[in-house]
């Protein structure tokens, strides 16, 4: 196993998955200025959950565009930690850009009460149903402020299936979509997102106490060194369990990977063939 060599934020980093930070925030932010002169939209319009990867979306949207064609929302429910809307407003106030606050707890209640069996409904549904709730929040303020909605996804999460189609998937562009969570962290690091940002557990705020590493079973620099070597390597699992890796950890992964492989996949279409015009 390969060793780790660097920390930031208290978190490993492996050093196979090292950026040129310079470079890489050049890149990200060069895309988005070319996407967004090519397409002719004027705003940038970004959820603020008060995580590092909305964050770090926000930081790279400012120095590409200007605070002024940035647009932060904040969406909090019922479930969100007073600490995410907190964190959220830290980055917003860093970044000097112009917000708005939209509860969707409203909304989430009375979608979850018209269904027929929302008295018993599992915290990961009502968790879906809330990502779509506020990503139909963001393509509306899109609607008005003349923007497009920056995904803020990244890779690792991709890779695994740990997003919500037609929720936080569904976004116009994303820049930070190839990077691994320990790149997001260096790169975040690099841009000056707040430490407090960088350092605190990822959580989608599915419930109280909720983390990313919790509910998946391992931890992100586990997940990243065995995601790139599956997929970037193209290794196979029992190569990657050779090198050191724990088998059922590895086993898991390629489980969660391969059974999110229709999120990743182009929607399929069924072909029929046309007629052809009468002579």
Not at 134 to 140: F, G, V
Not at 258 to 267: D, L
Request: aromatic share 6%; net charge negative.
């Amino acid at each position: 196993m390969s060793s780790e060599v660097a920390r930031i934020a208290g978190h490993l980093i492996p050093a196979e998955l090292q950026l040129d930070t310079a470079k890489t925030a050049a890149t990200c932010e060069g895309f988005i200025r070319d996407y967004f002169e090519a397409s002719g939209h004027a705003t940038g319009i970004i959820g603020l959950s008060g995580g590092i990867d909305s964050a770090l979306v926000a930081h790279l949207l400012v120095n590409a565009l200007g605070r002024d064609r940035v647009r932060g929302v904040f969406m909090p429910s019922d479930t969100s930690a007073p600490s995410s809307l907190e964190d959220a407003r830290l980055v917003a106030r860093q970044l000097e850009i112009a917000t708005e606050e939209i509860s969707i707890a409203v909304p989430l209640q009375a979608v979850v009460a018209g269904l027929p069996d929302g008295h018993a409904i599992t915290r990961v549904r009502r968790g879906n149903i809330a990502a779509r709730l506020r990503m139909i929040t963001l393509w509306d303020r899109s609607a008005v402020h003349q923007g497009l909605v920056v995904g803020t996804g990244n890779r690792t999460e991709t890779m695994i299936g740990y997003w919500t189609m037609h929720g936080d998937g569904a976004w116009a562009i994303n820049p930070i979509g190839g990077l691994y969570k320990s790149q997001v962290r260096q790169l975040a690091a690099h841009l000056g997102v707040a430490e407090q940002v960088i350092a605190k557990a990822p959580s989608a705020d599915l419930w109280p106490g909720q983390t990313d590493e919790g509910e998946g079973g391992f931890d992100y620099p586990t997940l990243d060194q065995v995601l790139y070597r599956l997929v970037d390597l193209r290794r196979t699992p029992q190569a990657i369990v050779a090198e050191g890796f724990d088998a059922a950890t590895v086993a898991r992964i390629v489980e969660l990977h391969t059974r999110s492989a229709f999120k990743r996949a182009e929607r399929p279409i069924a072909q029929i063939a046309q007629p052809l015009p009468r002579t």
